[in-house]
């Protein structure tokens, strides 16, 4: 009885040593990146092995989603806990009110890329938010190099009439050029973030560090282009009538046909490869991040999260960017590596909004009465725990819910879609109007009423 106590007592006190001791956040964002664009969320392709690595230390969460659908409200969304809006005290200023020193580097809250990129300017950024910022700078589609527009199949090293800030055709260009990244904003992103946690190593603190890739122009040196030869990369399944089933609000603004790219499936890889090489590009400069902790013995002091601000399209269902809800926007990567909590992965419903009120949780603060998500802390502890049934995302006053098995989007016009995402995780057949799952239908649309009546609340 005593051999079978003591290594039971002594497991729970460690546990509880080890979680007491979160005092420092470190928030990595990234921009536009698709979970599936990732090693440890399953991609045989694209290399990021920093991000796989911080995975392996940490819990991933592969049913997350974002709330809103693309930068601006995903991003406020987030910060401040809220279905839409801000209302409330910010993530960032509650942490200050609370005795850590707050900084932001780079892309937090909106910024648009290219534009305050290469301006330096700080977007929509809210300013007590933070201790300290740091701008970070880019010639972004100016950059000299190989530029294409790929969707009006033009190539150049020349610099003028490049597709650039608020023009029509910038989100398919790519920019190769002979350089080792050290001009690029997300180069100075890693090199801001790992003097800020030399700077601050022994006070507690919480750093956001947003970086800008893998968000149009793809811009990054020729050596991470040369990982992905564009004629070996796959295409996403492209079903005969796909279209057919989905309602108009439904579809994207950004249509392979309506954007030009369809003439040019060659361009269609490049869109891949160019998208692949800048989230490798991205890692790299994560890697910077995550070796200067464990450097500086700060791993077992800081929880680090990783998430990017929604998904993105690349040709699925011929839809390109985001603002819509169907999964390869919605879903995000969402990874958590809290000192004390075990690695591992868990499929329990989650949303981007969740990490408000998780980080509140790890650092034993408390959780302000305007937040609406729900504390991670115990799935971070057993993966199996729920502490939700489904996601809930919006945009332009359309609504979908994410539940374990089934998707389910509600249009302002009435008109629906729902998946079965074990059977049809490509969401190709929809379901809405089949007879044989009304049951199924009718359970998602009761739910989803309660949760925007819930949302809605002030």
């Not at 991000?51 to 049913?63: K, P, Q, V």
């Not at 492209?238 to 249509?255: E, V």
């Not at 499929?347 to 909004?353: G, K, N, R, V, Y």
Request: contains cysteine; charged residues 25%.
């Amino acid at each position: 009885m005593r051999r079978f106590f003591v290594p039971i007592f002594i497991s729970a006190f460690s546990f509880l040593s080890a979680e007491a001791k979160i005092k420092n956040i470190l928030l990595i964002v990234s921009d536009d990146l698709k979970a599936s664009a990732l090693g440890c969320y399953g991609n045989k392709i694209c290399d990021t092995p920093n991000i796989d690595r911080l995975a392996a230390r940490g819990m991933i969460f592969e049913r997350a989603y974002c709330q809103g659908t693309w930068c601006a409200p995903s991003r406020f969304s987030f910060m401040h806990s809220r279905y839409q809006g801000q209302a409330g005290q910010n993530m960032g200023k509650h942490f200050r009110d609370h005795g850590l020193h707050s900084a932001r580097v780079g892309k937090i809250y909106h910024m648009r890329v290219p534009g305050d990129i290469i301006a330096g300017t700080d977007g929509l950024d809210i300013s007590d938010t933070w201790d300290e910022k740091f701008n970070t700078k880019g010639l972004e589609a100016h950059t000299p190099g190989d530029y294409a527009c790929l969707n009006l199949n033009i190539f150049t090293k020349e610099l003028e009439n490049r597709q650039s800030t608020k023009m029509p055709h910038r989100m398919f260009v790519s920019v190769e050029y002979q350089g080792d990244g050290s001009d690029q904003p997300d180069w100075q992103a890693a090199e801001k973030t790992v003097e800020l946690l030399r700077k601050h190593q022994k006070k507690p603190f919480f750093i956001a560090t947003g970086f800008v890739r893998p968000h149009y122009p793809s811009v990054a040196p020729t050596q991470y282009f040369e990982k992905y030869p564009f004629d070996k990369m796959p295409l996403p399944k492209a079903p005969a009538n796909d279209l057919k089933d989905i309602p108009k609000p439904g579809l994207s603004k950004t249509m392979s046909k309506t954007s030009g790219i369809s003439k040019w499936p060659a361009n269609q890889k490049r869109m891949w490869s160019a998208y692949y090489a800048t989230v490798t590009y991205m890692d790299d400069q994560l890697g910077k991040v995550l070796d200067e902790l464990d450097r500086l013995k700060l791993t077992d002091t800081t929880a680090i999260v990783f998430i990017s601000d929604h998904g993105y399209h690349l040709g699925e269902h011929q839809f390109w960017q985001k603002s819509n809800l169907h999964e390869e926007v919605t879903r995000v990567p969402m990874i958590i590596a809290a000192p004390g909590m075990p690695s591992g992965k868990t499929t329990s419903p989650a949303e981007l909004m969740d990490l408000y009120p998780t980080l509140c949780g790890l650092l034993d603060l408390p959780i302000p009465k305007t937040v609406q998500g729900k504390s991670l802390v115990p799935v971070l502890k057993d993966p199996k725990v729920r502490v939700r049934k489904a996601a809930l995302s919006l945009v332009n006053g359309h609504h979908s819910l994410r539940g374990e098995h089934w998707a389910y989007m509600r249009y302002r016009s009435g008109e629906e879609e729902l998946y079965d995402m074990d059977q049809d995780p490509g969401q190709f057949d929809n379901l809405a109007k089949d007879p044989k799952v009304e049951d199924q239908r009718k359970e998602m649309r009761t739910l989803l009423d309660q949760r925007l009546a819930a949302a809605t609340k002030k």
